[in-house]
């Protein structure tokens, strides 16, 4: 994850097919994440280095601790289309990347929207 220091807004969706297009077709505040109902585990965290940006996510998991995540994944979105971000996305929800071999624990602040208020990411 590039941005560690970044306060992540979460929205949640109701399919991994909206995330998939949400991703694919909107470019998104860099202080954006999103999580899929039904699968509380998984979140998105907008890395992108700027709104202009190619929209790179990180893939993470969420552990029973308060405050343990750990990323699985990191992936450019806006170089994808609706199919194969729908392809990383279900793969995530089905638990295939859990064991990738670099993952590791990072660090984020997530909020919900009333917490979040406005940021200067913010649009």
């Given amino acids: 994850m590039l941005h560690p220091d970044r306060i992540w807004c979460i929205a949640e969706v109701a399919s991994a097919e909206k995330l998939a297009k949400a991703l694919t077709e909107t470019t998104w505040c860099c202080c954006q994440a999103f999580k ?61 990347d859990d064991n990738n071999e670099w993952s590791r624990p990072v660090t984020a602040t997530i909020q919900n929207a009333k917490e979040h208020g406005r940021c200067g990411h913010c649009a």
């Avoid at 280095?49 to 029973?64: H, K, M, R």
């Avoid at 405050?67 to 929800?93: H, M, N, P, V, Y």
Wanted: glycine share 10%.
């Fill in 36 to 96: 899929v109902s039904g699968h509380p585990r998984y979140i998105w965290l907008n890395d992108s280095t700027s709104p202009d940006g190619a929209q790179e996510y990180a893939v993470c998991q969420l552990g029973l601790a308060q405050g343990d995540i750990r990323q699985l994944e990191s992936i450019t979105f806006g170089w994808c289309d609706i199919d194969k971000a729908l392809q990383f996305i279900r793969q995530t929800l089905n638990g295939e």
